[in-house]
């Protein structure tokens, strides 16, 4: 079964699209979290950042760059949040990797908060949990 977003890039749900080609699909998020909310998506299928070849990731990230840029050049926004979840534990509600571009506006308005709390790191062996993460890469 096809996902909302797979439904929309196949024209079966309609959308408002801020930019289109032949890989790459940016539309108006229905929510507009703030004005501008714009998700970026590969028009072929994966389903999170994670699993997503790196060619369409860049064409990906490309094109929310711009889109950022141009936000930043015609709404008066004076910063902008690019972000990707991955996975349901990190907020993935649709299960087509999309990159969330959202215009940030002085004052605050809109209803996004990104808060990214410390912890206690004294148990933690951060030299050691560099390497493991590190060598994973390899
Ligand atoms: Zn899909």
Same mark, same amino acid.
């Given at each position: 079964?096809?996902?909302?977003?797979? =439904?929309?890039?196949?024209?079966?749900? $309609?959308?408002?699209?801020?930019?289109?080609?032949?890989?790459?699909?940016?539309?108006?998020?229905?929510?507009? %979290? %703030?004005?501008?909310?714009?998700?970026?998506? $590969? =028009?072929?299928?994966?389903?999170? #950042?994670?699993?997503?070849? =790196?060619?369409? #990731?860049? =064409?990906?990230?490309?094109?929310?760059? !711009?889109?950022?840029?141009?936000?930043?050049?015609?709404?008066?926004?004076?910063?902008?949040?690019?972000?990707?979840?991955? &996975?349901?534990?990190? &907020?993935?509600?649709?299960?087509?990797?999309?990159?969330?571009?959202?215009?940030?506006?002085?004052?605050?308005?809109? &209803?996004? !908060?990104?808060?990214?709390?410390?912890?206690? %790191?004294?148990?933690?062996? #951060?030299?050691?949990?560099?390497?493991?993460?590190?060598?994973?890469?390899?």
């Amino acid at each position: 079964m096809k996902d909302i977003f797979c =439904k929309i890039i196949d024209g079966d749900i $309609p959308s408002t699209r801020v930019y289109e080609d032949d890989d790459v699909l940016a539309i108006l998020d229905i929510s507009q %979290t %703030t004005r501008g909310h714009t998700l970026v998506m $590969p =028009k072929k299928h994966y389903e999170s #950042l994670l699993d997503c070849p =790196k060619e369409t #990731l860049t =064409k990906v990230m490309l094109i929310a760059q !711009r889109i950022g840029q141009a936000e930043v050049s015609i709404l008066g926004a004076k910063g902008v949040n690019i972000l990707a979840n991955c &996975g349901e534990a990190a &907020g993935q509600t649709v299960m087509h990797f999309h990159v969330h571009v959202i215009p940030r506006y002085i004052g605050g308005e809109g &209803g996004f !908060r990104l808060e990214m709390a410390s912890q206690d %790191t004294s148990k933690m062996n #951060l030299p050691v949990l560099a390497k493991e993460i590190g060598d994973a890469m390899k």
